[in-house]
C-alpha cells in the first residue's frame, strides 16, 4: 500500500490529506502494523514541519500574556477585558 501526503511548506492543507488517510486507514485495516508505521511516520512530519517550527518561534518570541492554566479571575464579572487594554505596538 502506498499513501502520498507531500506538499511543500507553501501548501497550507497538505497535511490535511495525511490526517484523513490514517484515520480511513485505521478504519479500513484496524490491527495492521503497517497502518501504525504510516501513522508515526505522518505524525512525526506533521509536528516536526517547517510551518509548526515557524509558529513555535512566533509564539516564543510574542510579548502576549500568556496563561498556561485558565484563571477563574478572568471569569469573574469585576474582571472586565477589552481589545483597548491589550497593548498593540
Known amino acids: 500500500m502506498r499513501v502520498y501526503a507531500g506538499g ?12 484523513y488517510v490514517m484515520k480511513w486507514l485505521e478504519i479500513i485495516q ?3 502494523d503497517e497502518v501504525d508505521h504510516y501513522r508515526v511516520e505522518y505524525a512525526s ?4 514541519n ?3 517550527q515557524d509558529k513555535t518561534e512566533a509564539i516564543r518570541g ?6 498556561y492554566k485558565p484563571s ?8 472586565q477585558i477589552d481589545s483597548n487594554d491589550i497593548d498593540t505596538d
Open 30 to 32: 484496524p490491527e495492521n
Open 8 to 19: 511543500s511548506s507553501e501548501d497550507k492543507g497538505s497535511y490535511n490529506c495525511a490526517i
Open 45 to 48: 512530519r506533521i509536528l516536526f
Open 72 to 79: 477563574s479571575l478572568l471569569l469573574s464579572p469585576y474582571c
Open 50 to 52: 517547517e510551518m509548526n
Open 62 to 67: 510574542s510579548d502576549a500574556i500568556r496563561l
